[in-house]
């Protein structure tokens, strides 16, 4: 089965439903991202785990003169973020068929191609493909924001769009000036990743695109200090919209790294470690700090994604593969729980008279033991609670820049702490002490409840296997860190 | 069956518990998810007395450690973390102590929490903490070690804002999770400074790999033996990290008998004695652990005089004799650390269940001040406060009398500055027998409160409006608020049956261990402690003399100075209290400890949180650092909206042709 069908069949299903009657289109396209989710379980269970490199591989030559080429796959980094891409975006259009939205076709149509946009950009094993797939999410985003946000959407979106070209211009520029500079020596241009990791650049050539592309991925993260867009567009977002941006796009920033990164330029990512590692710890220590003294929910749970963001580029950067192993698992791991959490506070505002305030909420356990209970699972996950896949994660992040840097694994070892701060605040808040003055106390409805039920019974699964994805990517993620590792020596 | 599958059914039955009476909170009818949780308590229990059986029945000391994995749970880049028991005369030790008085506690909370609106929400989080504190104690290797310690702290913390309207509840829930998160990360990096070296998180394969592996005093040994302590310190509220524990009253008394006094406070007792050959190799670490816990046995003990509530003087108390067991673990006495931690368990949760039927009959009154006089009313109450209190005080024949004197004689034996901690102790021995009787004294001596009236004239007290006992505001009654009705000892054959059980173990089990007569809990920890440096140590008969009888005579001063004080001369404490005003304010205030957290981590956080909130969000990231290109959105939206009259596909189309056209620029030039 080509992955091409799992890329396009969102943005097909998308197609349709603009075709159909209007009242069709919210079914026609959950329908299809659950039948990519089910191609993507397919891919998973049919995953050879044994074998080196990639699986499933598309080739075929896109523009021949610029060598750049259609070439799709699947391997141990992406296998599971591909799945979890799939399954969130069917979760969120779930979420959003709770509720009508204005221009039905055209909102789902968007939230198709977005789906699409996220796949390519993880199944890409070309430079200017990748490039092309990254820049293409924020095409659907920017009209979701824009067109069917809320309060200052305008706003929220102007500053997301420059944030972001800017940092895709950089990216861009990096990406063509690696093949360029790669085919000076007399080879032929190409953008295949692969072709590119035989080449070795200059070290100050490399050192230069390095910034470029860390410049990108950080915006998308987003990452202190460059995180100014994330709070306008935190608040402006449609939930379902925010739960999957805040779930899947900051990890295609921080795959990108592993992917990209790493094996392409390893004497920058080495010469630039510290740098990457201290950013990383004040996103930590700095998402963490904002994350509890926020009482608006939506940016509790955006400082605290930077705070998780810090810890995955933390485990990238340790340049060893049980940091980027942790950091991988963590990218899983923080996209599943935070749609759940996203969810709740829907689930919560709906309760408190449409406020996302925590001031305005309280004692809202009372009548509600499933939706504490899976606000409960999800908080305990976040903070990575031993027993969650998360800690798994966070335990092979820290271990990897413990053995690397000691000092900045202690330092970092803080947010832990502080992540069961802001994290029990946020509970407590909403479902313990006294009732708030506009909350009521009621129990997940139906629809809320098949939209946050089943993945918190994901997250719980992967609590109690993790090494269903530690052992398909334990390969993959030696080789993406190998170069790196062999310079640092 | 091996000691290994009862050890898995051990862990399975409170872990069945928690989930069926969790899913069936609504279906299952009148106390049934109590007796269901207690059940399966019962029946872990059983288990555990067959892994003691099957262990028993092997010969050889490599025989006595059997190790199961159920299934490679992160096992990958040479990280073995697996889901593995280890199941030695240690974990059955502690398996057996841990489900044995959980059970009863079920047992007495069947009825006593009866009344609660979370009643099956109540089962379900103890069935959950008994499984957590068996999966931490029978733990393989270091990662289910870990998550065995972070899930007890979770089921504290459940249980601790159980009532949970009430802030104080929320907010001591909150202040022990995240100082034992301190712990667990503590526990986290430790186990990094092992893992360096010896490459294995197992606990047989790194212990082996040990001596080879780190030098005596090796320095990454110390570091990660220090870490490891910060985590027992946490759990088992010890200096620095205790201010949690007499917060965590706030809890249903149950849990502060099981969680707060017998178990998992104790968990950081069997953390260094599981861990005694990284000690041993590393006893700089060691000597911190000891003089740590010295130092909390006292400064509890000073803080326990003064206090006016009653569950919390029993807190203060715990910490006290943590402190005693962790001195004792860390200072090779590790047997006698454990057999006090056996026989605190008893009397400590006995203590607690006694202290919970006086609270009921006070209709949810915890004051000193307010009590008096029960002794007439509540006869079996009293005979279980006064057995819990002389096995706490250490009065022969009592267990505790044995246990604490076990633990001080091998401190002292090691001799050199050990003699402080041995003197400490016995001081603090002294304070304790003056504490526990005047706690007694004051709520069963003396003039009969109202409350203690109504009860002789048969008739139970009940509180018109409820209060919190520590706010005195009116409590939500709709929810998480312990109910209207009370129930007390006397009236109830399960919580009499429970408190019955654990009063003769309190008086009795002493005789386990007594020198020169019987070593049931050194022959059987033994396989365990072999290859210890400690493990043939023998104290002369003189210092083993010498600490029973002054033993014996500072628990009987201590019994009588508190006679004296609050019964003979009750005005004469208020005459202390003025003429050593300092002292008393030491003690009454608890040494300050809160009060410097508050004003050196808390406050200081707060501000740093704040003022990145309100100007360094607003000025630098929103202003100064993207004031470029925010400041020409802000100034060119007006502009934008203007022209296209808030059209967003324009824009998109221009996106898109910014994108496409840059690109086509780098590709002309580069071609």
Redesign the interface.
């Known amino acids: 089965m080509p992955l091409s069908l799992l890329i396009w069949l969102p943005a097909v299903s998308g197609l349709v439903a603009v075709l159909w009657p209007a009242r069709w289109a919210p079914r026609v396209v959950l329908a299809g991202s659950v039948i990519t989710l089910v191609l993507a379980i397919g891919y998973v269970a049919s995953f050879d785990r044994g074998a080196e490199g990639l699986q499933w591989v598309t080739d075929e030559t896109w523009i021949a ?2 060598g750049i080429h259609y070439k799709l796959g699947l391997d141990g980094l992406n296998l599971f973020l591909v799945l979890v891409t799939a399954l969130l975006f069917a979760a969120a259009l779930l979420h959003a068929n709770l509720r009508e939205w204005e221009r039905p076709r055209l909102f789902f149509f968007m939230f198709a191609l977005a789906e699409s946009a996220v796949l390519g950009a993880f199944l890409a094993q070309d430079l200017a493909l990748f490039v092309a797939f990254f ?1 293409l999410m ?2 659907p985003f ?2 979701l924001i ?2 069917w946000g809320r309060g200052e959407r ?2 929220a ?3 997301l ?3 972001t ?2 940092g ?2 950089f990216m ?2 990096g990406a ?2 690696t093949g ?1 500079i790669a085919a000076e020596g007399g080879g032929e241009l190409t953008f295949v990743l692969s072709d590119l990791a035989q080449v070795q650049l200059a070290e100050g050539t490399q050192q230069w695109i390095f910034l470029c592309f860390a410049l990108a991925f950080l915006v998308k993260m987003p990452l202190f ?4 867009w994330m ?1 306008d567009g935190y608040r402006a977002m449609p939930l379902p919209v925010l739960a999957v941006f805040s779930a899947v796009l900051s990890k295609v920033a921080a795959y990108g790294f592993l992917r990209v990164v790493l094996p392409l330029y390893p004497d920058a990512s080495v010469h630039f470690q510290e740098l990457m590692l201290l950013l990383a710890v004040a996103a930590i220590l ?1 998402g963490s ?2 994350a ?3 009482t608006d929910l939506r940016l509790i749970l955006g400082f605290s994604s930077m705070a998780q963001l810090g810890f995955i580029v933390l485990g990238i950067f340790a340049l060893r ?2 940091g980027a ?1 942790g950091a991988l698992l963590q990218m899983v791991n923080h996209a599943l729980v935070v749609v759940p959490l996203f969810f709740v506070v829907g689930a919560l505002a709906a309760r408190a008279g449409g406020s996302e305030d925590i001031r305005d909420m309280g ?1 809202m ?3 509600a ?1 499933l939706l504490a209970a899976t606000f409960l699972i999800a908080a ?1 996950a976040n ?1 990575a ?3 969650f896949a998360n ?2 994660g966070e ?2 992040i ?2 990897g820049v ?2 690397s840097k000691l000092a900045i ?2 330092v970092a ?2 947010g ?2 502080l992540a ?2 802001y994290m ?2 946020a509970f ?1 808040a909403t ?5 708030g003055s506009r909350a009521e106390s009621r129990e997940l409805s139906l629809g809320e409840g098949v939209a946050i039920v089943p993945l918190v019974v994901c997250v719980l699964a992967l609590a109690l ?3 269903l994805p ?2 398909r ?2 390969k993959s ?2 080789a993406s860190v190998r170069t790196a590792q062999a310079v640092q020596r | 069956m091996s000691p290994t599958t009862w050890g898995w059914l051990v862990l399975a039955f409170p872990l069945a518990g928690t989930v069926a009476v969790a899913l069936g ?1 609504r279906a299952l009818p009148g106390k049934l998810p109590g007796w269901i949780g207690t059940g399966a308590v019962f029946a872990s229990f059983a288990c555990a007395v067959g892994a003691l059986l099957s262990l028993e029945g092997r010969e050889g000391e490599e025989a006595k450690t059997v190790v199961s994995t159920a ?7 040479g ?1 073995d ?1 697996n889901l593995t028991i280890l199941v030695d005369p240690l974990s059955v030790f502690m398996i057996l102590v841990v489900s044995g008085v959980s059970a009863l506690i079920h047992l007495y909370s069947v009825i006593y929490m009866w009344e609660d609106r979370g009643y099956a ?1 109540f089962f379900a989080y103890l069935n959950f903490f008994v499984f957590s504190m068996l999966l931490l104690v029978l733990a393989g290797n270091f ?1 289910f070690l ?2 065995g ?3 007890v702290g ?1 089921a504290s ?1 459940f249980l601790i ?1 159980f009532w ?2 009430r ?1 104080t509840a ?1 907010r001591a ?2 202040k022990a ?2 100082m034992n ?2 712990g ?2 503590g526990l ?2 430790g186990t ?1 400074f092992v ?2 070296h010896v490459g294995t998180l197992d606990f047989v394969a790194a212990f082996e790999k040990v001596p080879d592996e780190f030098a005596h005093n090796d320095g990454d040994l110390v570091a990660g033996c220090i870490l490891l302590l910060v985590g027992a310190v946490a759990k088992s509220a010890q200096i620095p990290l205790h201010t949690w524990l007499p917060d965590a009253m706030e809890g249903p008394t149950p849990v502060s008998a099981l969680i707060h006094a017998a178990t998992m406070v104790t968990a950081g007792v069997y953390l260094i004695a599981r861990m005694h050959p990284l000690f041993e190799q590393a006893p700089a670490a060691a000597d911190v652990g000891a003089i740590l816990g010295c130092a909390t046995l006292f400064v509890a003990a000073t803080i326990a005089l003064t206090q006016t509530d009653l569950k919390r003087v029993i807190a203060y108390s715990t910490m006290s004799q943590i402190g005693y067991m962790i001195m004792g673990v860390s200072a090779g006495a590790y047997a006698a650390g454990l057999f006090h931690l056996m026989t605190h368990a008893f009397f400590k949760a006995l203590l607690f269940m006694a202290a919970g039927s006086v609270i009921a009959a006070m209709a949810g009154i915890q004051s000193l001040d307010r009590m008096g006089g029960f002794r007439r009313s509540m006869p079996f109450t009293f005979g279980c406060f006064v057995v819990g209190g002389l096995a706490l005080a250490g009065v022969p024949p009592f267990s505790g009398f044995f246990s604490k004197d076990e633990i001080l004689l091998l401190v002292g034996d090691r001799g050199g500055w050990h003699w402080i901690l041995y003197a400490v102790g016995y001081v603090s021995a002294f304070l304790t027998a003056v504490y526990t009787f005047r706690m007694i004294f004051r709520a069963f001596l003396g003039d009969s409160v109202p409350e203690a009236r109504e009860l002789e004239g048969g008739h139970l007290h009940h509180a018109e409006t409820p209060v919190n006992p520590m706010t005195g505001e009116e409590e ?1 009654t ?3 608020f312990p109910g209207p009705g009370h129930f007390i000892a006397e009236r109830e054959w399960p919580m009499k049956t429970a408190m019955a059980i654990l009063a003769v173990g309190a008086t009795v089990l002493g005789v386990l261990q007594i020198p020169h007569v019987t070593h049931v809990i050194d022959s059987f920890l033994e396989p365990t402690f072999a290859g210890s440096e400690f493990a043939h140590h023998e104290p002369s008969d003189g210092l083993i003399a010498f600490g029973l009888v002054l033993g014996t005579v500072l628990a009987l001063a201590g019994i009588a100075l508190a006679w004296f004080l609050w019964v003979r001369r009750p005005e004469l404490p208020a005459r202390i209290r003025s003429g050593l005003r300092p002292l008393y304010e030491l003690s009454f205030n608890k040494w300050w400890f809160d009060e410097l957290y508050d004003r050196t981590v808390v406050r200081p ?2 501000a ?3 003022f ?2 309100e100007r360094f ?1 607003r000025w ?3 202003g100064a ?2 004031g470029g ?2 400041g020409a ?2 100034g ?2 007006a502009f ?2 203007a022209i296209q009259d ?1 059209y ?2 324009v ?2 189309g221009l ?2 042709l ?2 496409v056209g ?2 086509l620029y ?2 002309i030039v ?2």
């Open positions: 003169e610029l820049d924020l095409i920017y009209f824009g067109a305008v706003r979106t102007t500053k769009v420059i944030y070209l800017v895709s211009l861009l520029a063509i000036a360029v200090p460059v995180h100014g709070p700095y700090v904002m509890f003294t926020q593969p049980e192993q004692g356990a009372a009548r033991p305990l903070l609670m031993p027993g800690f798994v335990f092979y820290l271990l413990f053995e694994a202690i070892s803080t832990v702490v069961s701060v029990l605040r407590i479902m313990h002490n006294r009732a296997y993790p090494q530690l052992a990517s334990e993620i030696d | 909170w299934y490679e749970y992160a096992n990958t880049l990280v973390a929400r990662f870990i998550v310690w972070a899930f979770a913390y804002s949970y309207r802030r929320t829930g909150i999770f995240v998160v301190i667990d990360v986290v990096l990094y893992f360096k939500d709709e929810v998480g956080s707060r740093v949180g704040g990145f909130r969000e630098v990231i929103d650092l993207v290109p925010t959105v802000r060119g939206s934008v909206r808030g967003l596909r824009y998109a996106l898109v910014g994108v840059v690109a780098f590709l580069s071609a």
